[in-house]
């Protein structure tokens, strides 16, 4: 039979407890990680979402009661009330003595994955279990810097005279004129999916100046790929009265912070990942290379011949990432290749257009916009779209709007990256592919 949870509140999370605090009465919550019956004693490992403590529980020591009560299966839900005492062999030099223990709820005999840590079961089979999966200490540490790295960068901006947006993610057309959008049934119409905040963070630009939108946006791609998911989580920024060389400086700037602060405030996590060698903050400025630079390397150093407005290809991404392994920019991209609202350079062969690169992992696109309505409808009707499909946002260049520049910057590629993940899938709580719609 179950116990109730009462009038029984957590005093403490594990992160809480130190060798300071011994004697002390705590109540502790949280899950089964792991369990230990030698006969005269037991151990249960306790965690929580900071991590793990032990549980001890000596015959003779603890009432004969709570000894037989505490007969548990992994990944038990339980609370715990007892005294810290100082134990050099139990984690963080410490373990509790309980004088009472609540079983909360239980599971199964057989758990579907193994949460133990001693084998690690594979990826699929762990996303079928995903609220389960996403208890272990991996995914936690994961998790942990993944709020961390969000905090950060909206400190960040907050600081810098951005405003926070929130863009529609039902549209009436698309966003870039390309062809990956989910549509769905709008009652009477169709509508689609918001493949990115674009058009709205343009147009809000020319109302709060800086702003930014950390939020998901959907690709109707595919690709089954370990660096490709259908729901992607983006960081959005757009500045007014500004140019592409803005955007590349904050940029960086954001970059390096962040790193900063996930070295300063999630480092247990990264050591945990093996990772606090491998992410560490990129000097600042970053390496720029003009797209044109980067083809004539791989042409020259590694014979990949890559014709002037051709995208470049994995393989080629492969041998740039042995060449140049952190951080840098490639900018003023073929006109020919990008969207309408990025602005042409004084040669317009060219755009004022950038990627950012960790080796060859592309995680940012951004550029300087076009804000004079004329040329954008020439650059819609050059591109074969219809001035007709934009007009709303058209609409918004009647009215003043400044000159500004963006960026996208993907989340979960860069968080893949950071925590030093096999597959962006990893990085994403509930991942959407062209194969997983649940859980």
Not at 189 to 207: D, N, P
Not at 369 to 379: C, F, I, P, S
Not at 405 to 423: E, H, K, Q, V
Request: net charge negative; hydrophobic share 35%; aromatic share 10%.
């Amino acid at each position: 039979m179950l116990d109730k949870l009462g009038d029984w509140r957590k005093t403490h999370y594990t992160k809480d407890l130190s060798p300071e605090m011994v004697g002390k009465e705590v109540i502790l919550g949280g899950w089964v990680r792991n369990y230990r019956d030698l006969g005269g004693l037991k151990f249960i490992s306790l965690q929580d979402k900071y991590g793990e403590r032990q549980i001890t529980l000596k015959r003779g020591v603890v009432s004969d009661e709570l000894f037989e009560k505490a007969k548990v299966g992994y990944q038990y839900c339980l609370m715990v009330k007892g005294i810290v005492k100082a134990f050099n062999e139990a984690p963080g030099g410490i373990e509790i003595i309980p004088s009472e223990l609540k079983v909360l709820n239980t599971t199964p005999e057989k758990l579907p994955i193994d949460m133990t840590g001693e084998t690690v079961s594979e990826l699929d089979l762990r996303l079928n279990h995903r609220a389960l999966d996403l208890r272990s200490l991996k995914n936690q540490a994961i998790f942990r810097i993944r709020g961390e790295m969000l905090r950060s960068i909206r400190k960040f901006l907050f600081e810098r005279n951005f405003t926070e947006i929130t863009t529609p993610k039902i549209i009436g057309s698309a966003t870039e004129g390309g062809t990956e959008l989910f549509p769905i049934i709008y009652f009477d119409k169709e509508a689609f999916l918001t493949q990115s905040a674009q058009l709205y963070k343009e147009q809000l630009s020319g109302v709060y100046e800086r702003v930014f939108e950390i939020s998901d946006c959907f690709r109707a791609e595919k690709s089954r790929t370990k660096r490709h998911i259908c729901e992607i989580f983006t960081l959005d920024i757009e500045m007014a009265f500004s140019t592409m060389e803005d955007i590349l400086k904050i940029l960086e700037e954001i970059v390096h912070n962040t790193i900063k602060d996930i070295r300063e405030n999630q480092m247990s996590a990264l050591k945990y990942l093996e990772m606090e060698d491998k992410t560490i903050v990129p000097e600042i400025p970053f390496p720029r290379y003009r797209y044109e630079e980067i083809i004539n390397l791989l042409n020259s150093k590694f014979k990949i011949d890559i014709e002037f407005g051709e995208d470049i290809s994995t393989d080629a991404y492969r041998k740039l990432g042995e060449e140049l392994t952190s951080y840098y920019y490639i900018t003023h991209w073929p006109m020919s290749i990008k969207p309408f609202y990025i602005m042409p350079s004084e040669n317009p062969k060219y755009s004022e257009s950038f990627d950012l690169q960790k080796g060859m992992l592309e995680l940012t696109s951004g550029g300087t916009r076009v804000h004079n309505k004329q040329q954008l409808l020439n650059a819609l009707e050059n591109q074969g779209l219809s001035p007709i499909s934009f007009k709303t946002h058209l609409k918004a260049f009647d009215y003043g709007m400044p000159p500004h520049a963006g960026l996208g910057l993907g989340i979960d590629r860069w968080l893949t990256m950071i925590c030093g993940l096999d597959d962006i899938r990893e990085a994403v709580m509930y991942p959407r592919t062209p194969d997983r719609l649940t859980p």
